[in-house]
């Protein structure tokens, strides 16, 4: 499989601590791929490198065989790096269908009069209306985001990373804070991301981790520890004492 995605000798410094250490991570076209490890392992920092919103001391991010590791947060969503955060990254005043309306035009170039094309441009709403649908989002189209419940916020952060149409999709804990009721949609929503998107997943549900991903990276103290298959990696012994370790110092 081609690598779509890739990382050489990635090193992110702060001060005296490295928080990302020599990482060289490849990442093949079409493939789930999960990103995992304890708490402060990193996850987030190589999330936060790959999109640009923190650069490397040393080191280079390939994107299609391509260096993007100067381009800028926006440039990477560009060229077709999308993400979503621990924590929601959502415009609270506006409504799902003025949220993905937002972004469709705006990748189809008409971002600066998008309040007078979402409703009569057939090509946005056509869209917009298939993103609602498929992550569950139609109930509460015109209700403000921040009245929605929490799960209905995660699905429609998701929802606003695809309609910037990716090539690679970089998902930050998407269940994270989820409650039991609202957590099978999450589930159900990344489960059924479309094929032709690459996903980078960092996860701490194991279960979510295991049905999802093909390949599986351990991170460890900002290094790679073990990659592999999903049972490789839940049958190593190395991992286990990992997981094993934190639980117990937990």
């Not at 996860?203 to 351990?218: C, G, K, P, T, W």
Request: charge should be negative; include cysteine; charged fraction near 25%.
């Amino acid at each position: 499989m081609a690598i779509v995605l890739e990382t050489v000798n990635l090193v992110k410094r702060f001060g005296g601590i490295v928080a990302t250490n020599d990482v060289s991570l490849k990442v093949e076209a079409g493939a789930r791929h999960a990103l995992i490890g304890p708490n402060g392992a990193g996850k987030t920092t190589i999330i936060n490198q790959l999109t640009g919103v923190l650069a490397q001391t040393s080191g280079k991010i390939l994107l299609e065989g391509e260096d993007i590791s100067h381009l800028s947060p926006h440039a990477r969503v560009r060229r077709g790096i999308a993400r979503t955060f621990q924590i929601n990254q959502l415009f609270l005043e506006l409504t799902p269908v003025e949220t993905l309306g937002l972004a469709v035009s705006e990748r189809l170039g008409h971002g600066g009069d998008w309040w007078r094309r979402v409703g009569s441009n057939p090509q946005v709403m056509e869209e917009v209306a298939e993103l609602l649908e498929r992550f569950r989002l139609t109930d509460v189209m015109n209700e403000r985001t921040d009245v929605l419940a929490y799960g209905k916020q995660r699905m429609l952060e998701i929802a606003l990373a695809i309609a910037c149409k990716p090539r690679v999709l970089l998902l930050d804990e998407p269940a994270a804070g989820v409650p039991d009721s609202e957590r099978q949609d999450i589930l159900s929503a990344v489960a059924e991301l479309p094929k032709d998107v690459t996903v980078l997943l960092i996860e701490h549900d194991m279960d979510l981790v295991f049905s999802f991903a093909d390949r599986i990276s351990v991170l460890v103290n900002g290094a790679l520890f073990v990659e592999g298959k999903p049972d490789e990696v839940a049958r190593d012994p190395r991992v286990k004492a990992v997981y094993l370790g934190e639980e117990a110092h937990v």
